[in-house]
């Protein structure tokens, strides 16, 4: 595949993203009353669906964001932890966010950062906001939280104070960090840099990059990426077929090679501390009754396949400025 193919392929991999997450919501992992405005409802369940919302149920849990309907542990991990250790005076900045509903979630938690900024390919982007634009359920929490002047929106970028999202590539830094920019970001604040499932895409060089990017941006920040680990077999194959199924181009899946290399590429890339953990890990530290609870949901007749697939997905969470923002690694 061309360049272009190539890039495709990847933005498919949105689509894939979001009909997996609004299929969890219908079964009832989480509550998320807005990705139905993002994404058609699956027509049929498939392992890979089921599966995958187990993992991001535990990826959610671990973040701190309400992953739970009926969970009263109100502890808040890595996300929540560091919007409340910097009392909210901080930026998020979603990349390669896709039809990630997180700001509108945020905002109903009472938990929005100072601004909350999201990135991925314009394409995508003028998609989000066109269903912004034409769904009020997502447009009014942006204009709920707007003050000052009018709002700047065009197809391919959308300013208010509280969110803002751009169309950029994210293997492009100086673009990246001009358009950002424009939109008002302030380096000096508190930064949480969130990537799920989008580092694997880029080659190892380009990550890095992107890291590297960040870690010099960013005097005080936190970056936290979720995504595939232990991708290879001993021969070098990659061991999860459905991820090839758009056949896209893996090309960060050196990096995945194990919870080590993620380790290593964040801290060869100027962060100060780093930790990477597979999914077992955490589903094994969540507390078990809401386990059982999501165990219980739907029917798994293939464990053994869903507990291999739980090592193959990990939580890498890095920070820079661990003086201030120390705490909140310490949290798991
Ligand atoms: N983070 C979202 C989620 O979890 O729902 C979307 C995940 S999807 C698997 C990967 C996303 O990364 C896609 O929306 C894709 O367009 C975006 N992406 C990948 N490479 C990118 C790049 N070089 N520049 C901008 N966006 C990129």
Same mark, same amino acid.
């Given at each position: 595949? %061309? ?38 409802q699956a027509k049929e369940r498939k392992a &890979? ?14 973040? %701190? ?10 502890? %808040? ?6 919007? /409340?250790?910097?009392?909210? $005076? ?9 039809? *990630? ?6 905002? *109903?938690? $009472? ?16 998609? /989000?906001?066109?269903?912004?634009k034409s769904k009020p359920p997502l447009s009014? &929490? ?6 000052? =002047? ?8 959308? *300013? ?5 999202? +751009?169309?950029?590539? #994210?293997?492009?830094?100086? =673009?990246?960090?001009?358009? !950002? ?8 604040? &508190?930064?949480? !840099?969130?990537?799920?499932? +989008? #580092? ?18 960013? &005097?005080?920040a936190m970056f936290i990426n979720y995504e595939? +680990? ?18 896209? $181009? @893996? ?14 590429? #964040? ?10 953990? =597979? ?6 530290? @969540? ?21 291999? @697939? ?10 820079? *400025?661990?003086?201030?923002?120390? $705490? ?5």
């Amino acid at each position: 595949a %061309g360049p272009d193919e190539a890039d495709e392929a990847v933005r498919g991999t949105c689509e894939d993203a979001s009909v997996c997450k609004r299929f969890a919501v219908s079964v009832g992992y989480w509550k998320d009353p807005y990705i139905q405005y993002f994404v058609r409802q699956a027509k049929e369940r498939k392992a &890979p669906e089921i599966n995958r919302g187990k993992l991001e149920w535990g990826w959610r849990h671990l973040a %701190g964001l309400k992953a739970d309907k009926t969970s009263v542990h109100g502890q %808040g991990y890595l996300i929540k932890a560091f919007l /409340k250790k910097t009392e909210c $005076n901080c930026q998020i900045v979603n990349l390669g966010a896709g039809m *990630d509903t997180l700001f509108w979630r945020l905002k *109903d938690e $009472n938990l929005l950062p100072r601004k909350y900024f999201e990135v991925d390919f314009p394409m995508i982007v003028a998609r /989000k906001i066109h269903n912004i634009k034409s769904k009020p359920p997502l447009s009014k &929490p942006i204009m709920e939280s707007h003050s000052g =002047d009018s709002l700047l929106i065009d197809s391919h970028s959308l *300013d208010s104070s509280r969110y803002s999202i +751009v169309g950029a590539d #994210l293997r492009f830094s100086s =673009d990246l960090e001009e358009k !950002l920019k424009k939109h008002n970001l302030d380096v000096h604040l &508190p930064t949480l !840099l969130v990537a799920e499932c +989008v #580092l694997v895409y880029m080659t190892p060089q380009q990550s890095a990059n992107l890291l590297k990017w960040a870690a010099s941006t960013f &005097p005080v920040a936190m970056f936290i990426n979720y995504e595939q +680990v232990n991708m290879m077999d001993r021969f070098g194959h990659i061991m999860i077929e459905n991820l090839q199924r758009r056949q896209c $181009n @893996l090309a960060g899946v050196e990096v995945c090679r194990s919870l080590d290399s993620q380790r290593e590429r #964040l801290l060869l890339n100027g962060w100060e501390t780093a930790r990477a953990i =597979d999914m077992m890990k955490v589903y094994s530290f @969540l507390p078990q009754a809401d386990v059982r609870r999501i165990e219980a949901l739907e029917f798994l007749d293939e464990k053994e396949l869903f507990e291999q @697939l739980m090592q193959h997905y990990c939580i890498c969470w890095a920070s820079k *400025d661990s003086s201030n923002l120390g $705490n909140v690694l310490q949290h798991v």
